[in-house]
């Protein structure tokens, strides 16, 4: 069956999505748009949505093929990918393996401390309330996922950043932190959804130190699309893509 693109179901900050003929199948459209302090400031950008989008079909397709069930079906376009529908949780999972950004304001410790062993928090999802941090016992009580699921999600995160992590060693650059959400299929089975970019993780260049993700942007210290181009770049080299 060919797949046809249908209505438009929500535009987030910085990605669209459409239903499809097949219930089972939505479409992703990334958007050349950057946001920072929670959609506070904006801007747009050009060529900004190619570069999330062939970035994460690489960094899902690596997973898959290490054995990690993801959303990622196929990329359609640049800018637009093919996934499997979840049920979000309502939830954000960081691994942290060195301390930037909310760590270090949080905790008043040198910006890029090695975290050993590393940090996993968790995030409740809530734009109105500024995603504020949630522990375990928090999830539990507000039954957004029983201890089961949640000890999965904590144990794919892991094996995720291991995955991550000796990647991006191979190609020069640090994978510092990084954001993921989980959905449940109609199986039942809770995967990984959402997208994998410079979006949603901290990347640094470990020749020069120089920031290869929306730092930049948050940060106001350049030209965001020249440290994504660099991160697709070595990526399409070293994947073969
Ligand atoms: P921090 O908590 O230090 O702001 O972020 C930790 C990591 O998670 C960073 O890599 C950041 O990009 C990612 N992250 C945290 N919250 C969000 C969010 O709401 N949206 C996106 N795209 N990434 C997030």
Known sequence: MA???GDVITTGKAKRLYAT???ELLWVQHLNQATALNGKRKAEIPEKAAYTNQISQLLFEFLNQAGIATHFVQ???????LVQRLEMLPLEVVIR???SGHFVSRFGVENMQVLEPNVLEFYFKSDALDDPFMNES???ALRLADTETLVQIQTVAHQINQHLKALFDEIDI?????KLEFGRTD???VILGDELSPDNMRLVDQST???LDKDIFRQNSGDLTIGYAQVLQRLQAKLGA
């Open 3 to 5: 797949i046809e693109q």
């Open 21 to 23: 003929n097949d219930p």
């Open 75 to 81: 990329r359609l376009s640049k800018t637009e990918s």
């Open 97 to 99: 393996n060195y301390a």
């Open 138 to 140: 928090q999830i539990l």
């Open 174 to 178: 640090t994978l510092v932190d990084f």
């Open 187 to 189: 199986a039942g089975q």
């Open 209 to 211: 130190g120089a920031s």
